[in-house]
């Protein structure tokens, strides 16, 4: 409906760190935000739907994580060839996606050597789709004890946004 192919040509990678309660199984600590819970990994399109979603212990890398969720969909989307993503997913990780998956994985700095918070290209993506999906109050927190059923709770509300949107669109 926004006139777009099926098929995306393009994502934008992130991960969001959580906190969860003391019931929670998988935690770890996110030592860069401080957090002690579980990450949230999403590849989005440029319209901000979730191609593909994992939930890991905050503790977990995010370019170890992006080779799972890489090798996950290689096979699945043929017109993807461009994924822009942070800094935190640097180094040798680069080389493996064009290599593996013959896909450009291109990193965007920040803009400008200011202080304070810039809208990064494309990055803001992303983050726009963690914030739909922390409107969600079953997402605010991770709740869960197994990892598993925190992903199909992002699928479920992004399935829930999309619904509402074609809904409205009529």
Not at 27 to 46: A, T
Not at 98 to 122: D, M, N, S, Y
Not at 140 to 152: H, I, P, W
Request: aromatic fraction near 8%.
């Amino acid at each position: 409906m926004a006139g777009r192919e099926a098929e995306p040509s393009a994502g934008i990678l992130d991960s969001q760190s959580v906190k969860t309660t003391d019931l929670a199984g998988k935690k770890g600590y996110d030592g860069g935000k401080k957090i002690k819970g579980r990450r949230r990994h999403i590849l989005v399109d440029v319209l901000g739907l979730i191609l593909v979603a994992s939930v890991t212990a905050a503790s977990v890398q995010e370019r170890k994580q992006a080779k799972k969720m890489f090798e996950s969909i290689k096979g699945y989307m043929p017109r993807l060839k461009l994924i822009w993503a942070d800094g935190g997913y640097t180094g040798p990780l680069i080389g493996w996606v064009k290599q593996t998956c013959g896909w450009v994985l291109e990193i965007i700095k920040p803009t400008k050597a200011e202080p304070g918070f810039h809208v990064r290209p494309w990055c803001w993506i992303v983050e726009r789709t963690f914030g739909w999906l922390n409107k969600n109050r079953r997402l605010s927190k991770d709740y869960e004890c197994l990892t598993d059923t925190s992903e199909a709770l992002i699928q479920i509300a992004m399935i829930r946004i999309m619904a509402r949107r074609l809904a409205f669109e009529r």
